[in-house]
């Protein structure tokens, strides 16, 4: 059973840490750059007390905020905001 959990450890848990970093890397290319996790964070921080500056709403592309307006999901918001400032180049 030990034989069984150092290779879990040491094997299992790093590829699907790569695995996933990779995954996020592909879907959101933008991820890499500090400019894209600046925008992502800024609108974040902006938009958590419920009122958002017009700077904001400006950066955002309109077919994305139409998206993020009518989702009631706040999970799916937080991506639509993901692919609006890592998807861009």
């Given amino acids: 059973m ?24 592909l879907i959101w290319p933008g991820i890499i750059s500090g400019d894209s996790r ?9 938009g958590s007390d419920g009122s958002i500056k017009i700077g904001t709403v400006l950066s955002i592309n309109t077919n994305y905020l139409l998206k993020i307006k009518k989702t009631q999901n706040k999970y799916f918001k937080i991506l639509l905001i993901g692919d609006s400032c890592f998807r861009r180049f």
């Avoid at 450890?9 to 890397?25: A, D, E, K, T």
């Avoid at 600046?38 to 902006?46: E, Q, S, T």
């Fill in 2 to 25: 030990r034989k069984f959990y150092k290779m879990f450890y040491l094997q299992i848990i790093p590829i699907f840490i790569l695995g996933f970093s990779i995954g996020v890397i």
């Fill in 38 to 46: 600046k925008c992502f964070l800024n609108i974040l921080k902006d």
